[in-house]
């Protein structure tokens, strides 16, 4: 019990820090002047998870989920299965802004139906793609890990 809490915290930190990370990039992008990281996709292809979607309230994510193996007032954690996990974070109105999903080994969705045809593929063979919909205000990434077994993590968030 104390190493799945232990594994829970370790995951729940390295999600935040994506997240974060993720932030960083696009106020500095946004700061320079780059262009907007924007996909092909004029509509997204991956907007919601388990018939959870941006913006319902972490009352509509635990009636429709049960309740989370971890619970806080910004966050839910689920761990569906020992390959399938999922993390729902709040805002101060208890809306969802951050859905994200790990698979380890198996069972992840083809990276074509979350972010499109092409991929980028590092040095490594680690998968990683990030798709703006402006129109929406949210993006959505996808990024497999190059270890075996690989992680695949699936981020949809709102900006």
Not at 68 to 87: G, L, R
């Amino acid at each position: 019990m104390r190493n799945s809490k232990r594994a829970i915290c370790t995951a729940l930190s390295a999600i935040t820090i994506l997240l974060l990370a993720g932030a960083s990039i696009f106020a500095q992008r946004a700061r320079t002047g780059a262009a907007p990281l924007t996909g092909a996709q004029p509509q997204p292809l991956f907007s919601e998870y388990k018939g959870i979607g941006l913006g319902m309230t972490a009352d509509q994510v635990r009636a429709k989920l049960g309740t989370p193996t971890v619970k806080a007032n910004d966050q839910d954690y689920y761990e569906f299965s020992d390959i399938e996990s999922a993390q729902f974070a709040y805002d101060k109105m208890l809306k969802v802004v951050t859905i994200s999903i790990d698979y380890s080994g198996a069972g992840a969705p083809d990276y074509r139906n979350v972010v499109g045809p092409s991929i980028d593929e590092r040095d490594d063979g680690s998968l990683y793609k990030l798709v703006r919909y402006e129109a929406q205000r949210f993006w959505v990434s996808y990024c497999r890990s190059a270890g075996s077994p690989p992680i695949v993590t699936i981020t949809i968030q709102k900006f």
